[in-house]
Protein backbone atom coordinates (compact mmCIF):
# COMPACT_ATOMS: atom_id res chain seq x y z
CA UNK A 1 0.00 0.00 0.00
CA UNK A 2 2.60 2.40 0.77
CA UNK A 3 4.55 1.98 -2.50
CA UNK A 4 1.27 2.55 -4.54
CA UNK A 5 0.82 5.71 -2.32
CA UNK A 6 4.65 6.88 -3.09
CA UNK A 7 3.88 6.09 -6.94
CA UNK A 8 0.63 7.65 -6.85
CA UNK A 9 2.13 11.06 -5.34
CA UNK A 10 5.20 10.72 -7.81
CA UNK A 11 3.27 10.67 -10.80
CA UNK A 12 0.55 13.20 -9.80
CA UNK A 13 3.47 15.60 -9.25
CA UNK A 14 5.50 14.31 -12.36
CA UNK A 15 1.56 15.06 -13.81
CA UNK A 16 1.39 18.75 -12.36
CA UNK A 17 5.37 19.38 -13.19
CA UNK A 18 4.22 18.68 -17.38
CA UNK A 19 1.30 21.04 -16.86
CA UNK A 20 2.78 24.01 -15.28
CA UNK A 21 5.81 23.51 -17.84
CA UNK A 22 3.23 23.13 -20.74
CA UNK A 23 1.29 26.55 -19.29
CA UNK A 24 4.32 28.30 -18.87
CA UNK A 25 5.11 27.38 -22.87
CA UNK A 26 1.55 28.04 -23.83
CA UNK A 27 2.05 31.76 -22.34
CA UNK A 28 5.17 32.03 -24.12
CA UNK A 29 3.58 31.11 -27.23
CA UNK A 30 0.80 32.97 -27.06
CA UNK A 31 2.75 35.99 -26.06
CA UNK A 32 4.27 35.14 -29.49
CA UNK A 33 1.46 34.96 -31.15
CA UNK A 34 -0.23 38.58 -30.01
CA UNK A 35 3.46 39.69 -31.39
CA UNK A 36 2.83 38.87 -34.50
CA UNK A 37 -0.53 39.68 -34.45
CA UNK A 38 0.26 43.67 -33.74
CA UNK A 39 2.66 43.06 -36.43
CA UNK A 40 0.86 42.08 -39.32
CA UNK A 41 -1.44 45.02 -37.94
CA UNK A 42 0.44 47.31 -38.18
CA UNK A 43 1.64 45.95 -41.63
CA UNK A 44 -1.43 46.92 -43.00
CA UNK A 45 -2.00 50.08 -41.23
CA UNK A 46 1.45 51.32 -42.73
CA UNK A 47 0.82 50.24 -46.09
CA UNK A 48 3.42 47.27 -46.06
CA UNK A 49 1.67 44.39 -47.74
CA UNK A 50 4.57 42.57 -48.16
CA UNK A 51 5.67 42.08 -44.73
CA UNK A 52 1.94 41.33 -43.95
CA UNK A 53 1.43 38.55 -45.78
CA UNK A 54 5.06 37.34 -44.89
CA UNK A 55 3.15 35.95 -42.03
CA UNK A 56 -0.02 33.46 -44.34
CA UNK A 57 1.20 29.93 -45.55
CA UNK A 58 1.75 29.28 -49.43
CA UNK A 59 -1.24 26.73 -48.42
CA UNK A 60 -3.56 29.31 -46.89
CA UNK A 61 -7.13 29.04 -47.74
CA UNK A 62 -9.75 32.07 -46.71
CA UNK A 63 -13.61 32.05 -46.46
CA UNK A 64 -14.73 35.52 -46.93
CA UNK A 65 -17.91 37.01 -45.40
CA UNK A 66 -19.73 36.64 -48.52
CA UNK A 67 -19.25 32.81 -48.28
CA UNK A 68 -16.98 32.40 -51.48
CA UNK A 69 -13.65 30.28 -50.66
CA UNK A 70 -9.82 30.46 -51.85
CA UNK A 71 -6.61 28.53 -51.12
CA UNK A 72 -3.27 29.14 -51.92
CA UNK A 73 -1.53 32.52 -51.48
CA UNK A 74 -0.51 33.31 -54.94
CA UNK A 75 -5.04 33.06 -55.56
CA UNK A 76 -5.53 34.95 -51.98
CA UNK A 77 -3.14 38.17 -53.55
CA UNK A 78 -4.79 37.99 -56.53
CA UNK A 79 -8.23 38.36 -54.74
CA UNK A 80 -6.81 41.28 -52.75
CA UNK A 81 -5.66 43.26 -55.52
CA UNK A 82 -9.11 42.63 -57.22
CA UNK A 83 -10.99 43.89 -54.26
CA UNK A 84 -8.93 46.94 -53.96
CA UNK A 85 -9.81 48.48 -57.51
CA UNK A 86 -13.51 47.50 -56.33
CA UNK A 87 -12.76 49.89 -53.07
CA UNK A 88 -12.79 53.96 -52.50
CA UNK A 89 -10.86 55.39 -50.37
CA UNK A 90 -9.25 53.68 -47.36
CA UNK A 91 -11.37 51.00 -45.41
CA UNK A 92 -11.41 52.07 -41.70
CA UNK A 93 -10.69 48.52 -39.35
CA UNK A 94 -10.92 48.48 -35.85
CA UNK A 95 -10.05 44.75 -34.01
CA UNK A 96 -10.00 43.92 -30.24
CA UNK A 97 -7.01 41.89 -28.85
CA UNK A 98 -7.60 38.74 -30.18
CA UNK A 99 -8.37 35.61 -27.59
CA UNK A 100 -5.78 32.35 -28.36
CA UNK A 101 -6.85 28.70 -28.28
CA UNK A 102 -3.87 26.16 -28.49
CA UNK A 103 -5.27 22.99 -30.42
CA UNK A 104 -2.05 21.59 -30.18
CA UNK A 105 1.44 23.23 -28.79
CA UNK A 106 2.25 23.83 -32.82
CA UNK A 107 -1.26 25.10 -33.41
CA UNK A 108 -3.93 27.81 -32.57
CA UNK A 109 -6.69 29.66 -33.27
CA UNK A 110 -6.78 33.18 -32.66
CA UNK A 111 -10.41 35.38 -32.54
CA UNK A 112 -11.33 38.50 -32.82
CA UNK A 113 -14.22 41.24 -32.73
CA UNK A 114 -13.99 43.24 -35.95
CA UNK A 115 -15.33 46.60 -36.91
CA UNK A 116 -15.34 47.22 -41.04
CA UNK A 117 -16.28 50.52 -42.31
CA UNK A 118 -15.92 49.66 -45.90
CA UNK A 119 -17.18 52.37 -48.97
CA UNK A 120 -16.77 50.57 -52.58
CA UNK A 121 -16.64 52.84 -55.89
CA UNK A 122 -20.73 53.92 -56.83
CA UNK A 123 -20.72 54.27 -52.84
CA UNK A 124 -21.83 51.07 -51.72
CA UNK A 125 -21.19 50.96 -47.68
CA UNK A 126 -20.58 47.16 -46.80
CA UNK A 127 -18.58 45.96 -43.64
CA UNK A 128 -20.11 46.82 -39.73
CA UNK A 129 -19.44 44.21 -36.81
CA UNK A 130 -17.93 40.78 -37.60
CA UNK A 131 -15.65 38.25 -35.80
CA UNK A 132 -12.35 37.23 -37.18
CA UNK A 133 -10.99 33.72 -36.47
CA UNK A 134 -7.23 32.85 -37.97
CA UNK A 135 -5.82 28.65 -37.70
CA UNK A 136 -2.20 29.41 -36.93
CA UNK A 137 0.31 26.76 -37.58
CA UNK A 138 4.23 26.82 -36.26
CA UNK A 139 6.27 26.15 -39.04
CA UNK A 140 10.38 26.00 -38.56
CA UNK A 141 9.56 28.57 -36.13
CA UNK A 142 7.26 30.75 -36.84
CA UNK A 143 3.71 31.12 -36.54
CA UNK A 144 1.73 31.36 -40.18
CA UNK A 145 -1.83 32.26 -40.76
CA UNK A 146 -2.55 29.12 -42.28
CA UNK A 147 -7.21 29.67 -42.60
CA UNK A 148 -8.64 32.75 -41.98
CA UNK A 149 -12.66 34.00 -41.96
CA UNK A 150 -14.52 37.01 -41.18
CA UNK A 151 -17.85 36.30 -40.13
CA UNK A 152 -20.71 38.94 -40.42
CA UNK A 153 -22.58 39.30 -36.98
CA UNK A 154 -26.34 39.46 -37.73
CA UNK A 155 -28.63 40.21 -34.63
CA UNK A 156 -30.41 37.38 -33.70
CA UNK A 157 -34.41 37.65 -32.37
CA UNK A 158 -34.84 36.92 -28.87
CA UNK A 159 -36.24 33.85 -27.46
CA UNK A 160 -39.80 33.53 -27.65
CA UNK A 161 -40.69 36.33 -30.09
Request: net charge negative; hydrophobic share 45%.
Amino acid sequence: MKNFIRIASALLFINLFGFNANAQNNSKEEAALLKMWDTIWEAYESGNEAKMWSFYAENACEVYPDGSSICGLKSILQGYEQFKTMLEGTPSWSMTKPTVTFFAPDMALLMSDVTADIKLKGGQQIGGKSKFAAIVHKVNGNWLIVFDSQTPVMEMPAPGN
